[in-house]
């Protein structure tokens, strides 16, 4: 496990490089992200554990970042100012563009996987929010009516991007479909709804509604989304179903998930970073052959899905997790409010 420490400046994302398997980028805060300056490190792997290659200050807190599918050296990063500024590792100092639409703190980014000439934003303000790197302006706003907290391109289509907000519902647009009263808006799934009833068993109550904070496309299955948030639940839904309910519940986490990141390597496995200090690695059972069994003992359970191991080297809250596209499958790095970025091997916590 490699360690670096952000001094002075708590972890609020971290990336790895889509173009580099040695090169992070950690979007961080001052004072836990509620008042003063940011700043965003980019950090090289090396044979001598974790160096700073350069960094970045910011006026206000940063509290997420997406590498440019399009250009190795720029980064865009979401600020607690409502801006959004692009950088360019190979200068200095100052973003090569900057933003300022949402009213808002921003609160995530993400480069388009598929078209990689656009990026989204989601806000407090209750807006996404499509941005062209070549363009002073916003292309698109699609309004959410609710505090967002997660946004995201599909990896398999260009057109196609999710949400998940603070009303409990997860969120689909289509840039192919006319605007008309929708703004693009195709689906709207309450995130709170009851699993499906099994048979012998009672059907399940709902669930009240809480605060949706992160969700994530599946890399293999185009159609699956994992999303989590306060209610210390994780759960993947298939959009194809979207009155089904949720597919898989995975339930552990003691205090509220922050972060859920699929496996690029293996369509079943995901990684998720909570506020109870640790970060897990999932099975939501689809490669098991055991889909909607329960598990003994947790009757939220659903899907057939476990928790195969937990790292828990942090020692506040961990807000970001992210697995690296090369190599030997099952590197990630994690940061937190603790300072410190980690790199870690998920193999080696597989059953701990």
């Known amino acids: 496990m490699l360690e670096f420490r952000t001094q002075g400046f708590n972890g609020y994302a971290v990336k790895y490089s ?10 961080t805060s001052a004072n836990f992200g509620l008042v003063g300056n940011g700043r965003l490190y980019i950090l090289g792997l ?12 910011t006026q206000d807190s940063l509290y997420d970042l997406s590498w440019s599918e399009a250009h190795e050296n720029q980064v865009v990063v979401a600020a607690g100012d409502g801006s959004i500024k692009l950088f360019d590792i190979g200068l200095d100092e100052f973003p090569v563009q900057s933003w300022q639409e949402h009213k808002r703190e921003v609160f995530a980014v993400h480069w388009n996987l598929v078209g990689k000439d656009t990026f989204c934003s989601s806000s407090w303000d209750g807006c996404i929010k499509i941005w062209s790197p070549h363009r002073d302006d916003s292309l698109l ?22 949400a998940v907000s603070s009303d409990s519902h997860l969120r689909i647009f289509d840039l192919r479909t006319p605007a008309s009263v929708s703004n693009h808006l195709t689906l709207s799934i309450p995130l709170h709804a009851p699993a499906p009833s099994r048979p012998g068993l009672p059907p399940q109550s709902g669930i009240p509604p809480t605060e949706a904070l992160t969700h994530d496309w599946n890399k293999y299955r185009d159609s699956v989304i994992a999303a989590a948030g306060v209610d210390r639940l994780i759960r993947t839904f298939d959009i194809r179903s979207p009155g089904q309910g949720p597919v898989a519940i995975l339930p552990g986490h003691d205090y509220a998930v922050r972060k859920v990141a699929w496996s690029p390597h293996l369509p079943d496995v ?23 069994e329960e598990r003994p003992g947790n009757p939220m359970a659903l899907g057939g899905g476990r928790e195969l191991g937990r790292m828990g080297r942090h020692t506040e809250f961990v807000i970001g997790v992210d697995w690296c596209l090369f190599g030997a499958e099952g590197w990630c790095a994690s940061c937190g409010w603790d300072e410190r970025v980690l790199v870690w091997d998920v193999r080696a916590i597989m059953g701990s």
């Open 270 to 292: 995901l990684l998720s970073a909570s506020y109870d200090m640790t970060c897990r690695v999932w099975t939501d059972g689809s490669a098991l052959g055991v889909g909607g």
């Open 18 to 27: 889509p173009f580099f398997d040695s090169r992070l980028a950690v979007a």
């Open 46 to 57: 090396t044979a001598n554990g974790i160096v700073v290659e350069k960094w970045f200050d």
């Open 141 to 162: 706003t699609l309004p959410t009516h609710s505090c967002t907290y997660s946004a995201a391109y599909s990896p398999h289509s260009a057109s196609i991007l999710s």
